[in-house]
Nanobody, 119 residues
C-alpha cells in the first residue's frame, strides 16, 4: 500500500520561499508519476506540478511556471516542491499524489500540508 507523507508547509510572506517534501513508501516507484496538487477554499483542486520518477521529466501548471520546481531523490524516495516568489494566491492546502504511468487516475494521496502566503 502506497503511503505519502507531506511536510514543509507553513506561513510565509509574499516573495518568500518554502520547500515541500513528500516521503513515499510501499511501492517501487520507477513506473509512477508523482504530483503536487493544491486546493484553496472554494476552489477546485488543481495540478501544480508533476514528475516522472524514472527520468525526472516534469510538468508545471501555468500559474507556477518559473517559480516552482519539482524534483525527486531516488535514494530517499522523496519528492520535493521548491516554491519561490510566493504570492498570496498560492495559499492553499498542498497534496502529494501518485499514479501509475499508464493510468490517468491519481490513486494515492497524502494528507495535505497548509501553505499560507501573507501579503
Amino acid at each position: 500500500q502506497v503511503q505519502l507523507v507531506e511536510s514543509g508547509g507553513g506561513l510565509v510572506q509574499a516573495g518568500g520561499s518554502l520547500r515541500l517534501s513528500c516521503a513515499a513508501s510501499g511501492r517501487t516507484f520507477s513506473r509512477y508519476k508523482m504530483g503536487w496538487f493544491r486546493q484553496a477554499p472554494g476552489k477546485e483542486r488543481e495540478l501544480v506540478a508533476s514528475i516522472r520518477w524514472s527520468d525526472g521529466i516534469a510538468y508545471y501548471g501555468d500559474s507556477v511556471k518559473g517559480r516552482f520546481t519539482i524534483s525527486r531523490d531516488n535514494a530517499k524516495n522523496t519528492v520535493f516542491l521548491q516554491m519561490n516568489s510566493l504570492k498570496p494566491e498560492d495559499t492553499a492546502v498542498y497534496y502529494c499524489a501518485a499514479r501509475i504511468l499508464l493510468s490517468t487516475t491519481w490513486t494515492d494521496w497524502g494528507q495535505g500540508t497548509q501553505v499560507t502566503v501573507s501579503s
